[in-house]
């Protein structure tokens, strides 16, 4: 059996991150909650689903992930797979299972959630997200044959082959970082059309005009990098 860990980002999820937690199949061996600077009974509830909590206070979303990697590798038993997931409850945890069988049965080395608009459930997405998708993923389908249709935060890679895209990006552009390199490494992929619903309190990203333009500009800039890297 692979030994699973999964990685929670969370900023003020108080009210949805036991839910996450509570829907993640028995198969995890380790839920790493890493609390963002929230201001909120995040922490506490995660402690009380069960989840290893971390805190990280620098605000970032990479910030929160690099977290959890730094705790990931302190541990004698280290892990096959590293899964991530959003803690507002919008993706549906219950697929984990979905999300690592290529890698189980397959060796894939990396897998996205894909939030397919057939599964997607209305005003999940807002315009700029559908936009901002679309236009990084032709980027890479342009610029490196990649065939990508979505950046989901739903996804999970190999353990050994997470370091050695040694990731850096502190904020918006982790997930764009981590697919991009995966293209320069040549890591095998593929996706996996997921269900995604309507989050449970406000988007601190999307849910901001600050928010979506910063991201859209920090997506941008990691494709346009890479894109003149040898």
């Not at 937690?21 to 929230?38: G, K, L």
């Not at 290893?52 to 990697?69: I, N, P, S």
């Not at 739903?154 to 981590?178: C, H, P, S």
């Amino acid at each position: 059996m692979m030994r699973i860990n999964v990685i929670i980002p969370a900023y003020n999820e108080a009210d949805s991150i036991a839910h996450v937690i509570n829907d993640i199949p028995n198969e995890v061996d380790d839920i790493i909650v890493v609390s963002n600077n929230s201001t909120d009974n995040t922490e506490m509830n995660a402690e009380k689903a069960g989840a290893t909590v971390l805190t990280e206070d620098r605000k970032g979303y990479g910030y929160a992930c690099l977290k959890g990697m730094e705790y990931i590798s302190t541990k004698t038993n280290k892990p096959d797979i590293i899964v991530f997931l959003d803690g507002d409850y919008s993706d549906y945890p219950e697929g984990l299972s979905k999300i690592v069988a290529p890698i189980i049965e397959k060796d894939i080395d990396f897998v996205i959630g894909a939030r397919v608009k057939r599964l997607r459930e209305q005003g999940s997405m807002t315009v700029p997200q559908i936009f901002g998708n679309w236009l990084a993923t032709t980027l890479m389908k342009l610029f490196f044959g990649a065939k990508f249709t979505d950046l989901g935060p739903f996804r999970a890679i190999k353990y050994q082959k997470l370091l050695t895209l040694n990731m850096e990006d502190k904020t918006y552009g982790w997930t764009v970082e981590m697919q991009l390199k995966a293209l320069k490494q040549n890591l095998s992929y593929v996706e996996i059309p997921v269900n995604y619903r309507n989050r449970i309190g406000l988007s601190k990203v999307s849910g901001t005009v600050k928010g979506a333009i910063f991201a859209g500009l920090k997506i941008l800039g990691w494709i346009f990098k890479y894109s003149f890297k040898t």
